[in-house]
């Protein structure tokens, strides 16, 4: 079935440090992926999105290239803020999962001034 | 306009009471789907309507979970008997027809002592 694998955290940072998320994930056909963020005491919040090999989602600084060779949607922001500090999860819709979402287990960033 | 929202927004139980744990879908919006959020098992799908046909109920984990979609719109996610290791927090998400964009609740936290 349909996996999804994100590196293990906590993630600390200083600020203005370059970040990255690894994902990898396993599915047949052609997914759709996507990181979600959750920031302290609110509720999941799409962060962006690919739906085919190659596309490159990119919200708030933070970019992801949909890599079909390598089954990969890392996460990458160039200089983190302290308000980045969140809980982000890659997911996918598989493509024939009729919408349901597949997660990681969550990657924790701490982001320190 | 207003987002899914879900109540209540905290549930505290006795073991081997039953709970009901509702969601409201943004309004238009004909998928539904629950998910549960959990320390060891991270982000699980349970349950996903769309429109008038038959539920996913494949990620349901036991007979004593249930879920209902009324008129199309307001979901009631039931827990028969629970046991401690249903305490998690219980997560609704919906999105358009066409969309595959899904957007959660602020959940529902239901801890069973």
């Known amino acids: 079935g349909d996996s999804v694998t994100q590196m293990e955290g906590p993630v600390t940072l200083s600020e203005e440090a370059f970040l990255t998320i690894n994902c990898t994930y396993t599915?047949?056909?052609?997914?759709?992926l996507f990181w979600y963020v959750q920031y302290p005491g609110e509720g999941l919040q799409l962060l962006l999105k690919?739906?085919?090999?190659?596309d490159k989602g990119s919200n708030k600084g933070f970019e992801a290239t949909y890599r079909k060779e390598t089954t990969s949607f890392h996460l990458e922001k160039g200089s983190v803020q302290v308000s980045d500090s969140a809980v982000y999860f890659c997911?996918?819709?598989?493509?024939?999962?009729?919408?349901?979402?597949?997660f990681g287990q969550g990657t924790i960033l701490t982001v320190h001034p | 306009g207003a987002g899914v929202s879900q109540s209540p927004s905290n549930k505290v139980t006795e073991k081997g009471k039953d709970v009901e744990l509702r969601c409201d879908p943004i309004?238009?919006?004909?998928?539904l789907y629950w998910y549960r959020q959990s320390l060891g098992q991270g982000l699980e799908f349970l349950i996903y309507?769309?429109?008038?046909?038959?539920?996913?109920k494949s990620g349901l984990p036991s007979d004593r979970f249930s879920a209902e979609r009324t008129g199309g719109s307001v979901s009631t996610l039931t827990i028969q008997r629970t046991q401690q290791e249903d305490s998690a927090v219980y997560l609704c998400?919906?999105?358009?027809?066409?969309?595959?964009?899904?957007?959660f609740g602020p959940g529902t936290r239901l801890t069973v002592l």
């Open positions: 309507f769309q429109g008038n046909s038959a539920p996913d």
């Open positions: 998400a919906s999105s358009s027809l066409s969309g595959d964009t899904q957007y």
């Open positions: 599915a047949t056909g052609y997914p759709s």
């Open positions: 309004s238009g919006h004909t998928a």
């Open positions: 690919a739906t085919k090999a190659d």
């Open positions: 997911a996918l819709r598989g493509a024939t999962s009729y919408g349901k979402l597949t």
